[in-house]
């Protein structure tokens, strides 16, 4: 019966601290939103370009993003706290957003439903500036559909062309889920970026001035995706001293995080894709550090300059 007892204390004990951390952790990520909102510090951060002599100046004017995604629901479901700071009116500056999908969706035959289904999360629910959905014979969604890097970075250039975006927000190379079609994305947006930096895209001029540059959205490990906001920590200190390196690519030590201030709006916008929303998205969306905060890192091509001797 003691043993009993000083289980239930322990296991009690354990609960009521992991409430607590999870519940700070909460608390911490408002008021990180918060401060963004009125600061935007991390917007300013995101909109910093680097010139040659490595010196950092701000982009003057309005400034403009573009999501770059494979499905319909992954605006949602993994970038929702990026687009959700973004689009806050609480700060000054004004960004507009724009939205690029590779595929609309038509794994199970649903494309056109999915696509409208996109169009009101992006335009109605995260109040985003335009949404594209490229749905060629080449990128057609499900994971057994090799998609070729020449055809995304084709459709990245002539959006790029199009909007004139200062950064390009997409996935790393992990893709998050590990999902074929998000890894191809990543590969195909950075295939565009070294194109561009090597002018070798035809009928094209990109300068160190109008190419964007590329941020990418960290891959967690397993168990700290499903930490919700006790990730929170992790993710300040991940930000400032961790550093990925991708097969095409270095990321760089400029780094960003966004946190959701109304994670209900993340929410409603997921619920907006009534084709995806099933028992498994449900449990996701609620219990994934996704949907309270991102963390980008900066890509850059070639070694980093500690390298270079």
């Known amino acids: ?44 951060n995101l909109f910093f370009s680097t010139t040659t002599t490595k010196k950092k100046t701000k982009r003057e004017g309005v400034k403009k993003a573009m999501l770059v995604i494979s499905h319909p629901d992954d605006e949602a479901m993994f970038f929702g706290p990026t687009l959700e700071s973004l689009k806050s009116k609480g700060s000054s500056d004004v960004v507009k957003v724009f939205c690029i999908c590779l595929s609309n969706g038509n794994f199970d035959g649903l494309g056109q439903t999915r696509a409208k289904e996109l169009k009101k999360s992006t335009l109605e629910m995260f109040k985003l500036d335009g949404c594209v959905i490229a749905d060629s014979e080449d990128l057609q969604d499900g994971p057994a559909n090799h998609w070729p890097l020449e055809e995304i970075a084709n459709v990245v250039h002539e959006c790029v062309q199009h909007y004139s975006p200062d950064v390009i927000l997409t996935f790393d190379d992990k893709g998050v889920s590990k999902h074929p079609n998000h890894v191809q994305t990543h590969r195909g947006v950075m295939r565009f970026l070294m194109e561009a930096k090597m002018g070798a895209i035809p009928n094209a001029e990109y300068t160190n001035e109008n190419t964007p540059e590329v941020w990418v959205l960290e891959t967690t490990p397993l168990y700290r995706t499903f930490m919700g906001a006790m990730d929170y920590w992790a993710s300040v200190v991940s930000t400032t001293t961790r550093t990925k390196h991708s097969s095409l690519a270095v990321a760089s030590s400029s780094s960003v995080m966004f946190c959701a201030k109304n994670p209900s709006l993340i929410l409603e916008a997921m619920r907006t894709h009534a084709t995806q929303w099933v028992w498994f998205r449900k449990l996701y969306v609620t219990f994934s550090r996704y949907s309270l905060m991102n963390t980008f890192r900066r890509m850059d091509i070639g070694p980093p300059p500690s390298q270079i001797k």
């Open 1 to 44: 019966t003691t043993t009993t007892m000083s289980t239930s204390v322990v296991v009690s004990v354990s609960l009521l601290s992991l409430a607590s951390l999870s519940i700070s952790s909460y608390l911490a990520i408002r008021r990180f939103a918060k401060r963004e909102e009125t600061g935007g510090l991390e917007k300013n």
